[in-house]
């Protein structure tokens, strides 16, 4: 069994609050706000559907700005019909996107990947 001590949490966090002001200066460096650059981390992951990193910040974009209104004011209550609008959304968006570099099936785990990130970043604020 580990035992954690203080000094080892502080230096976790340290290192964390690094790692937080690192990718905020990065955002800044590619004109990205903090929710784009939320989704161009997540979808840089995903090289493969895309060509270069900028495509990657135009398509966070326009993520944000397709979310937007279904998010912003989102009752979180009505859940299922929310995730419905929001992941018709995205999958149409990624269509067009994604340049026929990924299939139905593709297209469809990022949509669920994207939607899940969003969640966790809305359902929460």
């Known amino acids: 069994m ?6 080892d949490i502080i230096e976790k966090l340290i290192e964390i609050g690094k790692e937080i002001r690192k990718a905020e200066e990065d ?6 706000s903090e929710e784009e650059l939320s989704f161009y981390d ?3 992951s995903k090289g493969k559907f895309f060509e270069n990193r900028k ?18 004011v989102t009752d979180w209550n009505k859940k299922k019909l929310i995730q419905a609008k929001i ?3 995205l999958k149409m968006a990624l269509m067009d996107l994604v340049h026929n570099k990924a299939n139905y099936n ?3 785990t990022l949509s669920k990947e994207l939607l899940d990130h969003i969640e966790k970043i809305y359902a929460a604020a």
Do not use: M
């Not at 580990?2 to 000094?7: A, D, E, L």
């Not at 955002?27 to 990205?32: A, D, F, Q, V």
């Open 2 to 7: 580990k035992i954690i001590n203080t000094v």
């Open 42 to 44: 997540l979808l840089l």
């Open 106 to 108: 593709e297209i469809e």
């Open 87 to 89: 992941k018709s959304a």
């Open 27 to 32: 955002g800044k460096k590619i004109n990205l």
């Open 55 to 72: 495509q990657i910040e135009e398509v966070a974009k326009e993520i944000v700005k397709i979310i937007g209104p279904l998010v912003k």
